[in-house]
Nanobody, 128 residues
Framework: QLQLVESGGGLVQPGGSLRLSCAAS????????IAWFRQAPGKEREGVSC????????NSADSVKGRFTISRDNAKNIVYLQMNSLKPEDTAVYYC?????????????????????WGQGTQVTVSS
């Protein structure tokens, strides 16, 4: 069975850090670009960061630039999202998704229809 599983979410104070992991089972991530999305209660799903299959190229939404870093370890079949300087508005369920295209689209990297596999999500809550 092909699936993605996110982990690493939790409760953190404003200004704190978390590292999310996205692990694949049943397939290798080497051939997929991977994106992180998030969805807060009552809001639309938002693309956060995207990384190419090789890890050589990545981009992030303006709302998280300078605070979040996406990376991957293809040997371990895992993609990470390092989140620093967290704010209450970062509170959301975070999802990872895999796209058979090896590079993130320069025009629509966060078009959900591009992505073939999705995880179940992990909750991140930023609150004092």
């Amino acid at each position: 069975q092909l699936q993605l599983v996110e982990s690493g979410g939790g409760l953190v104070q404003p200004g704190g850090s978390l590292r999310l992991s996205c692990a694949a089972s049943g397939f290798t991530l080497d051939y997929y670009s991977i994106a992180w999305f998030r969805q807060a209660p009552g809001k639309e799903r938002e693309g956060v960061s995207c990384i190419s299959s090789s890890g050589g190229r990545a981009n992030s939404a303006d709302s998280v630039k300078g605070r979040f870093t996406i990376s991957r370890d293809n040997a371990k079949n895992i993609v990470y999202l390092q989140m620093n300087s967290l704010k209450p508005e970062d509170t959301a369920v975070y999802y990872c998704a895999a796209d058979r295209a090896r590079v993130c689209s320069p025009y629509t990297p966060y078009d959900a229809d591009r992505y073939d596999y999705w995880g179940q999500g992990t909750q991140v809550t930023v609150s004092s």
